[in-house]
């Protein structure tokens, strides 16, 4: 394009910082520095060749920098671009972010203010008409997103989404404003510009009220509110926007007001009707500015319309209302409901003020659960016309409510009342339910995404439902609406079932997702919360579409109210005929009569042409000339009448004529209708035919090839579709996709972990974080049963051990379970014929089209991909999975090489599932009790693990809680989107099929769409409200096609159904009221025999077609048509209503296979029955090997369908005589015309007759011979042979479907054909011989030992005697092997090294290790039984001998030599100490001197609150004033002081639920039980004053026992009187109640005692764990001391002493806890000096040995069970001893190895290291032995090593009178002094050896190093800090 040099100038030239947006290669010039420091920018360009509005341009992408400065003070900038140049001139400090880019090789120079950072600019190409936009972008600094500007304010730096932006986006749609807006990245931005122009501020308002017109997109709308709400825009510039209203001195501008506010308050409503909590307060500040704008106004004479004041006083109005609850603390949800308007007046004069029904909530409320009164309902009108809209829409609003409500509601007032009743939950789960389905113990397991939004996951208990076959169950299936509650019902959730899988729900899991307000609940749901559900059997979805339809649907708009509501039976022509009827039928005509075909006026009778030249009977040419030329057309087909014949033909008559009713103004599509998936796709299929394009077919069930490419899901994820759609929704698409795919990612990776944590064990490390250190530490490691840890082993998985699922342990505990119950063998399954089960077909109904469906390219179907990242992080996270096998914990074998078997795994399965479904687990107090998690018991170790799974999955939801929303805001945005590009296609087609579900639920898509021509078809079986929902208002002609006497619609609730006529549809009831319908009268389909049955018992007329009498008859019998009649008994089916007869499902089965081996083909018979119940039973009987093609139905799913044969089973054949609904006409009629060759029954004629339907019907088969007790079957081979058959044990008599002769039909293979007689495969051409083959295979003669037909083997199997050449073994070897290749299967004749035999066999390698059992010689000196193989190992195996010592406890020690380390650590004593406490607990520690303070739970507690402590720590008082008052007397004193008035003796007045009075005393809790009715429990002789009849009782809180009062009193001061008047010794205890022995602590009557008796327990507490002052000084003193000995651990582990500080740290340490901790950190304090000595005087060999034996004394420092018991601690002082010889030994050898005297002492030393590495503990005998033979060593090699002695050492030191740090040494250790301060100065000889001593600048020479010998020095003394050092010395 030709280039126009022009300039842009700023509009202000004093805004600050007027660079533009993206300037490329900028450069600053600096024209003033400040002293406080400068700033520098710079910038660079990078071109991009792109398009733009106004040609082809090149595009600058800029990037600028910014350094940190202060002072930089810019004065002007300016931006180039080739010929264009954007000056701006503005004052700044700092540096300057800029972001964006200038079209045409924009430059940029400026100056601005902005953060320190850096910040790429993404390429934005632009056009002239945007050069405006980007001039006005402000520079956007990190942090901060536009300049604080001092002048006028310029437009929002919202790339992309400037003023002239919006002002094209205001003249598009609403919808794709709303789009735009809602998913631009910019809007944000401009939003939160803290200041804002006003011609922006009113553009901004203009265009978010046009895109909140998009009624529709209520997610996007949702989005685009909250977007609002959170901005500057909103609580800032807006506020300021009104506020300077009042001050416009422009009359013009004032004039436009009005309207802006109209633009804010329809902003204001939209914030607030969807953030109606977080955004009250605002938005009424809002609306008073608003106020007082209009007030302002009004004074300036400005004309405000009455409609906006109405407007501002409703939202007034319920923000006053919001503001109200919100104060009151009610309003806690953006989604509570908002304040409701005042109701208008019902339109029915005779029906008094109800609700209007149009605020009618839909789902059920807390009052109709808990009130019994039901609502007010209308009749359905079938006789008479309705008042008026209004009533009409209010009648089927109401019915269709009730209809899924009162079930739901009678079922949960029935559940609550037995639930009265019975008292548990246990008892209920035996109780039948007659409107609902409860499941029990129901819990949310984990959020999951799916494309509709976030639905959750719910484990309910599965055990009451064993019974349930969930293939066939009605129960759980897509759609359905369960109530969850947790409280009886008091509050609920609302979920609808999202996806069902059977496999699922036999584990007890279920997919399910909550309603939008249910969701606001449920972020109060703890994790562990268990749940009551409840489930409706209604399909809620379908309902609740239907419901918000007839809700939104107004009066005016509701089309063919003339006939639908008035009745009026004069049917007019359609709106588009009146003004064009001329209709050309050329495309419908027949073929040879297709060229005389004119065109026509279609609204004079006369000019239609002949039926026959259309191809239609009499009757079907008049319903095809009323569909055609009537407005409302009614059309009845019966079977076979040819109906969707006749709706093809008005099909094909419409669309060929489109220009009739589709004037091309607005393209308007032909609707099409059908009630079931099946019939929708039959009447496409029709349309395909003859219309190639313009078909789109919604819903994603469709089992059509055909149809395939039509469907909406096809068409919208075709490979091109998204480059056609509007840029608008490609742009939104993919921002929003991409934001929903990153949501998922982040929520998956907490919910898939959620998931796990409950499919099995997990692995500990999952919850490392979870256990305390303690715990952790102890879990670690096992001890056996003698309390030792298993050392150094590695395990699959400790979790595993510790829950008991180890093999020994489980399978030991299992053992005697398999003994009593012994598995039985497993069946073989059978592969039974694939039957599409009820819930199937139910479910396939009900889902409907998915809008969110993936883009093309992600083809992996998605919940494969889920599945598989669910089993990947199965298998990291847990030890053993409850679904998947392959995840197991790999089970070691134990010494019998014994492994788990698939049974133990099953049973261990089953264990783990029942734990994980308890929902019991250790609360946080228990869990600090426990000390070591290995000596609970198995119940506690599961409560235990389900504490910190509980946890786990506490920080898991916690952490998912913000991407849930986020997710599911997205997801529904992009349903939106999704919707509109449906839209798209959907308005390009010229049909669309629904089903009437699907109508329902895309009512809106419908309305938009605008169909002129409605056909339904199958309407008969339509209840009216849905046909109503999916006719908009531009409807002008609605064809309704079916047949009222074969199926009606279906209700939940009987009593609507028949009582309220709502099983009565638009169809029948305008039929009824006697408008024009046209009835077909030939059938084509049964042959004349079957046709009599409908003729005239049901169809009063119903002519044959010609083409019926052509039939031939049904082969192998000689009737077309029977009725077998029997009196065998139905079952019950237990789950539902259903039944079934094995009578019935046996003779039809029988007479199937019959009728198979008289060759016809699987598909010409079907099997129809009229309950699901026998359905299942069928299918048990027909492997799919035999019946695979036979159809089997109930009959309700096979209208419309027809077959060659047809077998009914009717079932039903009771003794009460009932027959259900086989008494409804509708049913038999569908039941009776399916067939059309062959229709054979069986049912119970003596029950049927009572039915007036049947006994005509039986008439008339009696009359034709066609009805009897046996069915005659016919040879076709020999038709003299007859037989009667009655049962399926009849047809024994016709094997193989002929007679019982034999066949004798000579094979190909010369033998006779062995079955008898067989009309099937004549020639045999498909039979197999199964004579025994008599071919011979080998040389040897073996013959072939297969059947004839099959294939010899080329290799002879026979086995026989052979010599292995290897062995010279004769084996059994097959006839074709080679015997040297053959593994000899005899014993190993092989002797191994050892001396023993070899193991192994023959042919297989020799055994390695021996395992025969010998007499082993332990180092321990025990002899014992081990594998042989341990003779030549050096580890020898542990010592199993008992060690039997006597602990210092005086019980004897439990462990072994190898446990105890031959006697040096003896196996803790774990007797239970058993004593009992102050506190009246029993103590738990272990084998305990001093009983340590209680660490239970403290059970003190008065009627003000309870104390929370340990029950061994003291409690704090409790200072409320006393609560024992009563009518007569109170108290004064403090809670816990004595009381100061007498117990009350009068009687209570009260009176007991049960009607009698109280037994209790005045002032006293009332007694439960009643002398009345619990007589026997209350006169029960215990003091003897019990049977009195003035006696009164005392209830005690604590165990609830009652007791006689008088007594009762007596017994309580016993112990108080003795202590008081006798002074003697009296126990310190509570008392306890005489029955049970339980402490009495809550009782108010004995409170003075109580008190008393607690006031003693606390001094006795504070005895105990000492006084507090000294606890506290004696912890600080540990503090101290542990702090000081930092340094000497530094050689330990952290791991071995990071529990001491963390225990330190603990508040309300007991004297026993400060005494364990003084004796760790005694004991590693003196470790750590050891360890220190072995790194500076041991050789590396002694260190490292010396090292292995002190981690093993640390390792019983630290042990779980290491209490410091006397016993303990003499062992840990024996091993410490011996170590610190062993330490002073090494030292002594190295010493001497470095003087080179080893030999002079080995003799010596190595005596010495013998004592102290035997065996067994180190007694004081060997100290003392030690002792002295140390004491001779080291006068040998003196420990100076300065070949003196020690004496004449110390003498010279003293001598000398140098502080330590003075003495030196040679490199060849020669010793020398340096005087003065100490550090070597100078250099000379040594006088011994001439080697280099001293040194210079007080740094000694290499080689020469300080002399530590002499005076233990380790540092030269030259400085006092050195010289200090070597006062900091430590020895042992």
Known sequence: MDRVPMTVKNEDPHDEGGSISGGAEGNQKKTQKSARGKGKTWGKGQSAKGSTDAGEGTSWRGTARSEPGRGGIAQSGRARGGDVVVKANGRGRGATNADGAMEKNTRGRGRGRGAHGRQDAKRFPMGRSQVRDAAETDVRGAGAYRLNSRGPVKAPQGRGLGFRTLEELYDKDSSVVAITLSSHPALKTVLDEPSMRQDLTELLCRVMKKAFQSRTDRSTLQHLAGVIKDSTFFRTNLPLYLAGMGSESNPVRRAQYPQHLDNILAILSEVMSNFRASSVHTVGMLLTLLQASISNLRKLDVDIQPEMEEKVASLQGIIGKLQERSREGTLSSDKARLPAAADDDDDDPDEGDQQNFRTIPIYPTLEEFHQAQRPFLRRNRTSRRYTNTHVYLDTHFRLLREDFVRPLREGIQQLLAQQMDVGRNDNLRKKHFDDIRVYFNAKLIAPKCTRTGLAHIVQFDIQPLKFVCWENSKRLIYGSL?????????????????????????????????????????????????????????????????????????????????????????????????????????????????????????????AWPAMKTLGLDESQMKAFQLALTKELAIIQGPPGTGKTYVGLKIAQALLTNLKLWNNGVQHAPMLVVCYTNHALDQFLEGIHRFLGRGIVRVGGRSNSEVLKRFTLRELTSSRNFRHTLPPHLQTAYSAVYKEVCEEERELQKHTIKLQCSLKGVLRENFLKNFISPRHWLSLQFQPTQDGFMTWNEQKPSVMMQWLGLDSTVFLQRETEDDNENPASDEEVE????????????????????????????????????????????EQLMLAMSLDNADIQVKQHEDEDGFQFQKQQKKKMRKVIRKELENGTAMTKVEESHVLDVWTLSQQDRWRLYRLWVRRYRVELRTNTELSEVSYQNAVDRLADIKRHESLCVLKEAKVIGMTTTGAAKFRKELQEL????????????????????????????????????????????????????????????????????????????????????????????????????????????????????????????????????????????????????????PDQITILTTYTGQLHRLRKLMPASEFTGVKVHVVDKYQGEENDIVLLSLVRSNLQGKVGFLSIPNRVCVALSRAKKGLYCIGNREILCTVKLWGNIFHTLSRNKQIGKALTLCCQNHPEQKASVSSAEDFKQAPEGGCTKPCQFRLDCGHVCASVCHPYDPEHQNFKCVKPCQKILCDMGHPCKLLCHQECLKDCPVKVEKIVPQCQHTQMVPCHLDPAIFSCEEPCQKTLPCGHPCASLCGKPCTVDCTVAVSLQLPCGHIQQGACFYTTEEKKPGCRTPCRHQLKCGHTCKGTCGRCNQGRYHSPCLKQCERLLICSHKCKEPCTRDCPPCRMPCENCCVHSQCKKYCGQACSPCVEPCAWQCQHQSCTKLCHEPCDRPPCTQPCDKTLGCGHPCIGLCGDKCPKKCRVCDHKEVTEIFFGTEDEPDAYFIELKDCGHIIEYTAMDKYMKLDDDDQATEGQEVAIKLKECPRCRTPIRKNLRYGSSINRRLADIEMVKEKINGPQPDLQMHRETLLKRWAEASEILENLSVQDFEDISKMLEKPNLATNDLWFLENKIDFLVRVGKLLDVAEKGMSSMHTFQFKRSVSEFVYWIKHQHQKFTDQQVFDLQRELQRLHFLAELNACCHMAEKRKQTDEIQCDAQKIRDVLEAPGQFSEQDERGVKEALKDLTKKIPSSGLGISEEDRKMIVSAMKMRPGHWHKCPNGHIYVITECGGAMERIKCPDCDATIGGQNHTL????????????????????????????????
């Open 830 to 873: 059978v592969d039974f014929i694939e039957i599409q089960e009820e819930a199937d077909w139910m479910q396939a109904d009900r889902i409907i089209e998915d809008w969110g469906v993936p883009p093309r390219g992600e083809k992996v179907d998605r919940k494969a991909r889920m599945k598989a990242a669910v089993r990947e992080v």
């Open 482 to 606: 369960v109530c969850l509650s947790s409280d009886n019902f008091e509050s609920f959730l609302f979920a609808t079932v999202s996806d069902r899988d059977p496999r699922d729900l036999q584990k007890g899991q279920v997919l399910i997702m909550f309603t939008e307000e249910s969701k606001v609940k449920l972020a109060r749901v703890e994790d562990h919360e268990v749940f009551l559900m409840v489930e409706t059997t209604a399909y809620f979805e379908a309902y609740r579409h239907v419901l918000e339809g007839l809700q939104e649907q107004l009066e005016e708009d509701l089309p063919f109210q003339r006939y639908i509501v008035e009745c009026n039976k004069e049917v007019e022509p359609p709106a588009y005929l009146r003004r064009n009827d001329v209709y050309d039928l050329s495309s419908v005509t027949q073929p040879h009569n297709k060229k005389g075909m004119r065109p026509f006026s279609s609204l004079v009778p006369e």
């Open 1010 to 1161: 605008r169909p002129r021509v409605v056909i339904v078809e199958e309407a008969a079986e339509v209840l009216e409200a849905h046909i109503i929902t999916a006719l908009s208002k531009e409807c002008q002609h609605l064809i309704l096609i079916g047949d009222h006497q074969q199926l009606r619609p279906s209700a939940t609730v009987y009593d609507l159904a028949k009582n309220y006529n709502l099983e009565m549809s638009m169809f029948e009831r305008l039929v009824k009221m006697e408008l024009p319908f046209v009835r077909l009268d030939y059938q084509h389909r049964m042959r004349s025999e079957i046709a009599r049955l409908l003729t005239p018992h049901i169809y009063p007329e119903l002519e044959n077609h010609p083409s019926v009498f052509n039939y031939e008859n049904i082969k192998g019998l000689n009737a077309n048509l029977f009725f077998v009649e029997h009196n065998h008994l139905e079952e019950e089916i237990k789950d539902g209503k259903s039944h079934q007869n094995q009578h019935e499902a046996d003779f039809v089965v029988a007479l199937c296979r019959y009728l198979l081996l008289q060759d016809y083909k």
């Open 1901 to 1932: 020479d290499r080689g020469n190093a300080v002399a530590s010998e002499m005076d233990g020095a380790q540092h030269s003394a030259w400085s006092e800090v050195n010289n200090l050092q070597n006062f900091d010395q430590f020895g042992f």
